[in-house]
């Protein structure tokens, strides 16, 4: 498996979402996440968020995704009405032993955050060539 995710409540906080009404904790970062040949990527939606305060970290192949997002209000604003969620907000993922986590590469655009984590070399599928004559063929597992 690539890529398993940490977080056991998000589904509980579905179900209360879809019971009550409301939010438990706001959904800050929806992800995707797909193999696409021999690269893993990762895309959430970050809209509203400065660039500069987003911080990835991985360690022991724990993936930590943090990122700030501020109301753009002043304090002297009249406040009507508060959809967005504003804070800090983090997400975390185990990323599997078969990634290079040593070369992930971060790209902020329109909002998306896209990491691309190359799969490991060890981990790739490769060719075992057979040697022997035309008519000696020893095959040994």
Same mark, same amino acid.
């Given at each position: 498996? /690539?890529? /398993? +995710? ?7 906080? +579905? ?25 893993? =990527?990762?895309?959430?939606?970050? !809209?509203? =968020?400065? !660039? ?6 991985? @360690? *022991? ?7 700030? +997002?501020?109301?753009?209000? #002043?304090?002297?604003? @009249? ?8 804070? #800090? ?22 909002? =998306?955050? *896209?990491?691309?984590? !190359?799969?490991? @070399? ?17 095959? #040994?597992?």
């Amino acid at each position: 498996m /690539m890529l /398993m +995710r940490t977080d056991p409540f998000r589904e509980l906080d +579905r179900l209360t979402q879809q019971l009550t009404g409301t939010s438990a904790r706001p959904t800050a970062m929806p992800m995707d996440a797909f193999r696409d040949g021999d690269t893993f =990527v990762v895309e959430m939606d970050l !809209p509203g =968020v400065d !660039p500069e305060s987003i911080d990835l970290d991985v @360690e *022991r192949n724990v993936l930590t995704v943090k990122a700030e +997002r501020r109301s753009r209000a #002043s304090e002297d604003a @009249e406040v009507l009405i508060t959809e967005r969620p504003t804070g #800090s907000f983090s997400r975390q993922m185990f990323l599997g032993e078969t990634l290079d986590t040593e070369r992930i590469d971060a790209f902020y655009d329109a909002g =998306v955050l *896209r990491l691309t984590i !190359p799969v490991a @070399e060890q981990a790739k599928p490769r060719k075992i060539a057979i040697s022997g004559g035309s008519s000696q063929k020893r095959i #040994s597992g």
